[in-house]
């Protein structure tokens, strides 16, 4: 074996695979990276979504309002898988940063779209509850004024209080066809009580009174709110649960001389008192 030629061994080396470079498998050539083209469409979806909002913000079509924030969801969705590919080391991508600002930038669009939305929801909710109090503040004057004419119809005697509602919804069709009484709605519901047919209680103790023989018509009660229904009289036990218009109750008074916001007063629950500071009367 010592004496063995060089010869032989290489062909030994050769047949066993040494030696051969032609034997050896090629390396795999390497490969380039790139960005991942959901993070490149993420930013570019952002960045899309301010030219939108501020374009947005000169129409007036619904559309156009509501694109940026479509788009401003799609990018921010588009950026969150980025990052997943990304993270879970898909072969060759980057771009981790660009799909960062993508993020970013969506959801603060997004967060303020919904401050916006959320005021905008707030303020309107508000707008409505004050129009729905000058409703009621025009029902109450209108039904006064009906009692008004129906007394003086009946020599100054007011309706009787277990159906007034009956007693005075004919003056009440006929005034409401009046253009300083006129509203476009039935004056015997309260926006705030819908279901109810009538939104209001007439004062039990009046009933069948005289007018003139009031000891203090500016600080008594005639009609006020209430959620017992049609034709429902008593006194303050009727008023609502719970009051409907900001904390405060809106009541008509009989002194028919005094300013409209006056003789419809918005009293604040538990005070009892008119803007004079006088209390509410519930006696004749």
């Given amino acids: 074996m010592a004496g063995a030629s060089p010869g032989k061994h290489d062909a030994e080396r050769s047949s066993q695979g040494f030696g051969d470079s032609s034997s050896v498998p090629p390396a795999s050539p390497p490969h380039r990276s790139r960005f991942s083209r959901l ?6 979806l952002a960045l899309l979504c301010i030219a939108l909002q501020v374009f947005a913000l000169t129409v007036r079509e619904w559309p156009w309002k509501v694109a940026p924030w479509a788009t401003a969801l ?34 603060v669009l997004l967060l303020l779209v919904g401050v916006v939305l959320a005021t905008g929801y707030l303020s309107l909710a ?19 004024a009906a009692t008004r004419a129906y007394a003086a119809d009946h020599g100054d005697m007011l309706p009787p209080a277990e159906s007034w509602c009956d007693a005075v919804k004919p003056y ?25 047919p009538c939104g209001y209680a007439f004062n039990s103790s009046l009933s069948g009174r005289r007018l003139d023989a009031l000891r203090d ?24 649960r719970k009051p409907s218009h900001f904390g405060r109750d809106v009541y008509g008074l009989a002194d028919r001389s005094l300013p409209v916001d006056e003789q ?8 009892n008192t008119t803007s004079d500071g ?3 009367r519930w006696e004749p």
């Fill in 39 to 44: 993070a490149v469409a993420s930013l570019a």
């Fill in 74 to 107: 799609l990018a921010l969705v588009l950026g969150i898988a980025a990052h997943v590919s990304i993270r879970r080391r898909v072969p060759h991508l980057r771009g981790e940063s660009l799909a960062t600002a993508g993020i970013v930038i969506s959801a």
């Fill in 126 to 144: 508000s707008k409505t509850r004050a129009r729905r109090v000058f409703h009621c503040v025009d029902n109450v004057y209108l039904m006064l």
């Fill in 172 to 196: 009440v069709d006929t005034l409401n066809t009046l253009s300083m009484y006129e509203v476009p709605w039935d004056p015997f519901v309260c926006r705030e009580r819908q279901h109810l």
């Fill in 217 to 240: 018509p500016a600080h008594t009660v005639v009609i006020f709110e209430s959620d017992a229904g049609w034709n429902a009289h008593g006194g303050p036990e009727l008023l609502p």
């Fill in 264 to 271: 419809v007063p918005r009293i604040k629950r538990g005070a």
């Fill in 278 to 280: 006088m209390p509410l």
